[in-house]
């Protein structure tokens, strides 16, 4: 940049509606003036312990979760014009989010019409778990980076998947983070990276519905998953080679921007402890979900 060598960068994609994105199939929110509560086209949320978006509600005792669309509008001189998200959308969202959590830790939660599968949407919180408890981010643990998603009229979703930078045994955090066995997501475990005792999915698999959904679809994904994830960190190491060689030529392979961090010392070294550790990872799970 400007003639001088500045490192290799990942470019991604935010997490925000968008026409195009079939990942999240609502329209857009183009305005929100006069819309309000249930009517909202859809909304965007993320569990979050540091309660960064706009406005932010308290799901139980379960934690922070923010509003990260609709939000607030703010003009070119950063006042906001009062026209983005108004508190019957917070109050909506909030009572729903409320009612799932009640129903999911009430008495009847496993019921089809009285408990938590008539407000969650079962196969996209098959698929999150399955996403999350396979790579072991840190803050995958309902703490923080944690994404669902509400259409109009519809169930509230799971996903999309996000933040991996600390994930896959790149973290030696409590609760077994850097371990390729063990369960993250499933059990109740010790550590800080969580925002209450008993999270969600803790009690998703408590429901044998859940559980045995989990299992099929692991059947499914997982063979598939062993092989072409290998393939995939293979065909990209080599890709971006040069530039990880230029990179480390001017960025120390050793340094660490965490205690928490696991660093291997160089870039060969990365590449083959990731891919020992997914391969293991998927192994194990083989065996837990046959």
Do not use: H
């Amino acid at each position: 940049m400007n003639g001088s060598y500045r490192g290799s960068y990942i470019l991604i994609e935010r997490v925000a509606p968008d026409t195009d994105v079939p990942r999240i199939p609502y329209k857009a929110l183009d305005s929100n003036v006069g819309v309000s509560g249930a009517d909202t086209p859809g909304y965007i949320m993320e569990w979050d312990f540091r309660k960064g978006a706009d406005k932010n509600v308290t799901v139980g005792s379960r934690g922070y979760v923010g509003l990260k669309d609709p939000e607030n509008d703010y003009d070119k001189a950063g006042v906001n014009t009062g026209l983005g998200i108004n508190q019957a959308q917070v109050d909506y969202i909030n009572g729903y989010l409320d009612d799932c959590d009640a129903k999911l830790f009430g008495s009847n939660f496993k019921d089809d019409d009285a408990g938590w599968k008539s407000c969650i949407d079962l196969p996209s919180a098959v698929d999150y778990y399955i996403g999350m408890e396979l790579m072991k981010p840190v803050d995958g643990n309902m703490w923080a980076s944690v994404y669902m998603w509400k259409p109009k009229g519809g169930k509230l979703q799971m996903g999309p998947l996000w933040d991996f930078d600390l994930a896959a045994g790149s973290a030696n955090r409590a609760g077994g983070t850097v371990n390729s066995t063990g369960w993250y997501l499933r059990n109740v475990v010790s550590t800080t990276a969580k925002q209450s005792t008993k999270t969600w999915f803790n009690r998703l698999n408590e429901d044998s519905d859940f559980t045995n959904a989990v299992k099929d679809r692991w059947k499914v994904v997982s063979e598939d998953a062993l092989k072409s994830s290998d393939t995939f960190l293979g065909t990209q190491s080599g890709l971006i080679s040069s530039s990880a060689s230029e990179n480390f030529k001017k960025w120390s392979v050793t340094e660490k921007l965490s205690t928490v961090q696991v660093v291997k010392g160089g870039w060969g070294k990365e590449v083959t402890y990731l891919r020992d550790w997914l391969k293991a990872r998927i192994a194990w799970m083989n065996s837990k979900l046959d």
